[in-house]
């Protein structure tokens, strides 16, 4: 049950406390520090561990990545379709590594299982499309918001 | 029987059984790399480590015989400590590279490791590398990952009954390969790849495929020839990816030979007919269910038309299709047909040593336990001829003027047909086929029919009904 | 045409633009108003200070679709932003914006209409706006627009009532329900503090009155805390619900205009309409010794000036309490108006009326 609260006279009587409100708003009107971010131009700073936009992770050029398909059975939105493949320079490399980002949920568990580094959620939170995206490996190979 | 302790839990036993098979019984796990129960015991891993009292130091599980009143400790701190410095031994050498093999997820090096090992390294030394031989279109070799259990030796000698495999040079620089160089002779290769506790032997066909863990597992028959090898159809969505033998002691022991293990090859070749199609000018058409079931029923209805059946199908269909004639085509000819040369179960016979037999169709025994005649001289000369199989039964000379084909067909194969129906290959359907021993055996459906086909009982079905209504795909 | 009507035509332009300015303006004041108060920044990208953001709205406004909902009585449907927005024009033709001024043997009234019921007249013409918001929200046929239209019929009579009353101490005391005579008579010194001159603005000899009008005004103009009408928590939108592009716009420009013409009747009820700021007499002096004009109509141009400035103060008043206050419940709305306001404004009335039997006011 909700407590019963007897007001005193005073507060009774509103028109001190809506005096005292006004004042509140009119000092934050004044004074008070604005908050608002002017994005384009201004931007906040993310935390390194902010889950983002995804990338895959190069050394000299070539992919850190083994397609030892850990992301895909750890993701739990099913988003990461990798095919696996042989090389001369690579045992085994992704001939296809796809993100459908529609789908993903940026829960980080594929960077986390990842034992190679090679998958990293960088802090690039813009990522609106027009038309249903899926990442394509040479997509994800531009070292977009490299975290290091 | 004799009784010994393990764990404090009395087990009886055999005499002259070892102390891991004893320990299984009493649901106590040894962890092991070179044991296998199909092969000789050689006590060269030293992961068995077990205590027995009254001995002054760890005995080898494998090696050592339980007799009456043993007291066995398999978990004591003096053998856990005895199991991590093997497993720090063995993996000295071993590559980090889990992330590429593909024995990753079942492999018993990492099992072992994870249960038994410990979780840091202590040894910085550069690990050692090898240049790889080429072992033959079966088996990738990568002698950076082994431990030299040398199972795959003994396999070879034992099992496959060629000693190609050997273990070159001593200690740190050993190398298991082949003698000189050579590729894999044995026709029994895959079993390497199931025997190799490591990645250091792994199959060319399944390689990079998919990861283990990701395989759906469903226990069923071999269809490849008449010994009926039990195996496991591994497969992902309406994928199959490989086949494994299952252990089975009174039909294929272990083992599985490469013809078996490969043959669900071709149930997913592109050249598969997955839809009822019609020769036309110039190729085939394809046509549409109804088209096809009322097609044949204009061929057959009320004649006598000659039935050959592959001795592939299960007992179930031949029955079916037994009854299909002797209720629509009384007194027509029925005739199985299979392997070229072979129409009778006296005729078939061990191909090797080992498991193959002579018979390439499954069900020859079943076949002619119904009574089925089979068809000699392997050619046919009839007025119309309806042909029944599931792919696996080698396909005599046809000489007739209609040709109804119903089954698991390529197009290679369909030259002689004038119509066919698709049906399920041994993947795709439940049934029981028996083997040349007589046992009876079952085949589970792994994956979903590919394409349009259908059944053969629902295709036999359609013929019976008036007309023809086909229901939509299972 | 006579310079009579010359001059009523171009008063009747001076009104029409002025309402008319005031809605962008007010739509400015409101968004950035009500930003600053958040800690916000509000529109600021379309003009210096985010000015023409206002013009952006307009323009919006005019170009969007305009679509008429199907289940709709179409002929009230369409009159009633209509019915909202004339009266509320209409309203402002009997407020004084600047004193009277003789020049040349011609009297120039600044009003629109001197009319004899004046004050009176104001209220019967806000009254006609509350037909308008039930017509909008009959003839939207959706239940959230008619309980949105109901609960605006039942607030505006109940606080019309409170309205009323609040002023008529006022009309007692000054003898008149002329607007023009009642800004004039505030004129007088009501008495002198240490050299200074208190006026005798209405505020000052009616306080109580003043604060049930102005609470009764903002009830009256569907504001919040009193905007139970659009009550966009439990009524989505009220009564303009169904309406989109210019006739919503309409109905929000009927509410700043209500606004304005509040914001007027309260500057020249009760702070002496257009009676010259304190101070600005002073300036009016200086001006017309520097620029040699006549310092009548040097009066008459700061008259108008601290008009706007007093009018345009209590907008801005709308608008920060509007940010300040949150909405009231139905019921307590009612019990604010029948159980509080009501038996106060007899009070007052009882009061003045005594007061000014003894001779004090």
Sequence with gaps: MLAQRKPGILNRFYLIEIVRGLWITLRNFL???????????????YSPRYRGQHYIKTVNEVENCTACMLCPTVCPAECIHIVAGEREDKEKYPIKFEIDILRCCFCGMCEEACPKDAIKLSNIYEMSQEHREVYTKDFLLEQRGNKK | MPKCMIDGKEVEFTAGENLV?????????????????????????????????KMPKLQTACSTMATEGMVVKTNSENVKKGRAGTMEFLLLNHPLDCPICDKAGECDLQDNSYGYGSAYMR??????????????????????????C?????????????????????????????????????????????????????????????????????????EGCSKGCNMEIQHEGDVIYRCVPLENLDVNRYWMCDEGRFNYQHTQDPTRIIEPKVKAEGGWKTISWEDGILGIKEEIDGQKPTFLVGSDLTQEELTHIKEYIALQHPGATIQHFGTPGLTSTQQDGALDQIL??????????????????????????????????????????????????????LEGDASQFDMILPGLAFSEKDGTIVNHQGIEQKLKRAVLPRGKCKSLSEVLMLLTNKKARVGANP | MTPEISFMLI?????????????????????????????????????????????????????????????????????????????????????????????????????????????????????????????????????????????????????????????????????????????????????????????????????????????SVFAETNRLPFDLPEGESELIAGYHLEYGSMKFALFMMGEFINMSVASALIATLFFGGWQLLPGLAWVVQQVANITQVDVLLVTVLFQGVSFVIKVAFFMW????????????????????????????????????????????L
């Design chain 3, 11 to 215: 008063k009747v332009a001076i009104v029409l633009t002025g309402l008319l300015a005031v809605v962008p303006i007010m739509l400015f004041v409101e968004r950035r108003g009500s930003a600053l108060i958040q800690n916000r920044l509000g529109p600021n990208r379309m003009g210096p200070f985010g000015m023409f953001q206002a013009a952006c709205d307009v323009l919006k406004f005019i170009f969007k679709e305009d679509s008429t909902p199907t289940h709709v009585n179409k002929f009230y449907y369409t009159i009633a932003p209509w019915l909202v927005v004339i009266p509320a024009f209409m309203t402002f033709a009997v407020i004084p914006f600047a004193g009277s001024l003789s020049m040349d043997g011609n009297h120039f009234n600044f009003q629109v209409a001197n009319l004899d019921v004046g004050v009176l007249y104001c209220f019967a013409i806000a009254s006609l706006g509350v037909y308008g918001i039930i017509m909008a929200g009959w003839a939207s046929n959706n239940k959230y627009s008619l309980l949105g239209s109901l609960r605006s019929s039942a607030q505006m009579i109940s606080y019309e009532l409170t309205l009323g009353l609040s002023i008529v101490g006022l009309m007692m005391i000054f003898q008149s329900v002329r607007l023009g005579d009642i800004a004039a008579a505030q004129g007088e010194t009501l008495f002198t503090v240490a050299g200074l001159n208190v006026p005798k603005w209405g505020i000052f000899i009616q306080p109580v009155g003043f604060l049930l009008f102005l609470i």
């Design chain 1, 31 to 45: 004074f008070h520090e604005k908050v608002t971010l002017q994005f384009p131009e201004q931007r906040r700073d």
């Design chain 2, 356 to 409: 193959r037999m002579k018979s390439k169709t499954s069900n020859l025994n079943g076949a002619e336990k119904l009574g089925i005649a089979p068809l000699m001289n392997d050619t046919i000369k009839a007025d119309t001829v309806v042909v029944m199989s599931a792919g696996r039964a080698k396909l005599p000379k046809i000489n007739a003027k209609r040709v109804i084909a119903v089954g698991v067909y």
């Design chain 2, 150 to 222: 040398t199972r795959c030796i003994r396999f070879g000698d034992e099992i496959a009954g060629i000693h190609e495999m050997v273990a070159i040079k001593r200690g740190n620089d050993i190398d298991i390969t082949t003698i000189d160089g050579k590729t894999l002779q044995t026709e029994y290769a895959g079993n390497y790849s199931d025997i190799c506790p490591t990645g250091s032997l792994t199959l060319k066909d399944f390689r990079f495929k998919k990861r283990a863990w990701m395989l759906k597992k469903t226990t069923t028959v071999c």
């Design chain 3, 317 to 360: 008043f709308f608008v920060w309490v509007r940010w300040t206050l949150p909405r009231f419940r139905f019921d307590q709305l009612m019990n604010l108006g029948w159980k509080v306001l009501f038996p106060l404004g007899l009070v007052n009335l009882f009061v003045t009326g005594i007061l000014i039997y003894k001779g004090v």
């Design chain 2, 123 to 148: 040894g910085s030394e550069e690990r050692r590398t090898y240049v790889d031989v080429n072992m033959g279109p079966v088996i990738q070799k990568n002698m950076n990952r082994c431990i030299h």
């Design chain 2, 21 to 53: 098979k004893v320990a299984k019984r009493a649901g106590v796990e040894i962890p092991v790399f070179c044991y296998h129960p199909g092969l000789s015991v050689v006590a060269q891993c030293r992961m068995c480590y077990v205590e027995v009292e």
